[in-house]
């Protein structure tokens, strides 16, 4: 039975009560390097940057920023300056509105213009649908998107890429020649094996071969960025897809949907009928529309 007391518990949640104190960043002044050692080694895709001295929050920076101005070295080119934040007093449901109207998946968290901690999708979704009862019981199904973009696993890999952009999607679902699911890729897939190469000099970033940081390939087969041109190695999207998917089924509430999302630290999943096939993708960000819409 809905718990209407519980509900506006939900509602009332501040930003301190699911933003991670313990947050990886990266200070200034800094380099390329620094910044794609860290997101290697911790396996992320976006740092705050603080001055060294007091932690004063000056930008943040993504692997997009990386890609963007891949003939830039120094972190304070590199960075996006005076990002938007949120306190920990602010409300979970306004942190959620911000990212949905801007785009985000995450947002610093200061305090005196310090950063104390940050807040994603992720936290917002186990915070205010997880554990809620009304969301125990209702389905994903409304909030699938049937429009799936997929190719064919020898495709090559610069054209896999290419069919990603002009359809206006993040992610590829793989297939086999019979028609079956063979994996999945990103544009994180994409960005994490890259490496920087501009006039025929390459960065010397990090390059991956610490068998503790699973990201890295051998140099011959780097994704190669030059301004925003991505050059790919011409290898079917095969050798280099995610082969092990995490799928939900299409019965499976919102609750038990966002617990797979966060457990396997996955923005999005193929959805399977009863039967295993296909039938579309959720995303992460489409369930952020509940939190704001009660």
């Not at 200070?27 to 396996?43: F, H, N, W, Y």
């Not at 897809?241 to 999943?269: G, H």
Request: aromatic share 4%.
């Amino acid at each position: 039975m809905f718990n209407p007391n519980l509900a506006e518990e939900y509602s009332a949640m501040l930003v301190k009560d699911c933003m991670q104190s313990d947050v990886v960043y990266v200070s200034v002044p800094g380099t390329r390097e620094d910044v794609l050692q860290i997101m290697a080694e911790k396996q992320i895709n976006g740092l705050p940057v603080v001055k060294k001295e007091n932690k004063k929050l000056v930008g943040i920076v993504t692997r997009s920023d990386l890609l963007q101005k891949a003939d830039e070295n120094q972190l304070a080119m590199l960075m996006v300056r005076d990002p938007d934040t949120v306190t920990p007093r602010t409300h979970a449901k306004t942190a959620a509105k911000m990212m949905l109207e801007r785009g985000y998946r995450r947002l610093p968290v200061v305090e005196d213009e310090e950063l104390v901690g940050l807040i994603s999708i992720p936290d917002i979704l186990g915070a205010l649908l997880e554990g809620d009862e009304k969301y125990q019981s209702m389905s994903i199904k409304d909030f699938v998107s049937r429009q799936i973009v997929s190719v064919w696993d020898q495709t090559p890999l610069p054209l896999s890429y290419l069919i990603m952009e002009m359809a206006n999607k993040n992610a590829l679902v793989v297939v086999n020649t019979a028609g079956g699911i063979s994996g999945l890729i990103s544009v994180s897939d994409y960005i994490r094996l890259s490496e920087v190469e501009i006039e025929d000099n390459v960065s010397t970033t990090y390059s991956g071969t610490d068998k503790k940081v699973d990201w890295g390939w051998t140099s011959k087969d780097f994704l190669v960025v030059t301004k925003r041109l991505l050059k790919l190695p011409n290898v079917p999207i095969k050798e280099v897809m995610t082969e092990s998917i995490i799928s939900v089924s299409e019965v499976s509430t919102v609750s038990e949907c966002v617990r797979v999302l966060r457990k396997n630290d996955i923005d999005q999943a193929p959805v399977l009928s009863a039967t295993g096939n296909l039938i579309g993708m959720i995303e992460d960000k489409t369930l952020l529309k509940l939190t704001v819409n009660e």
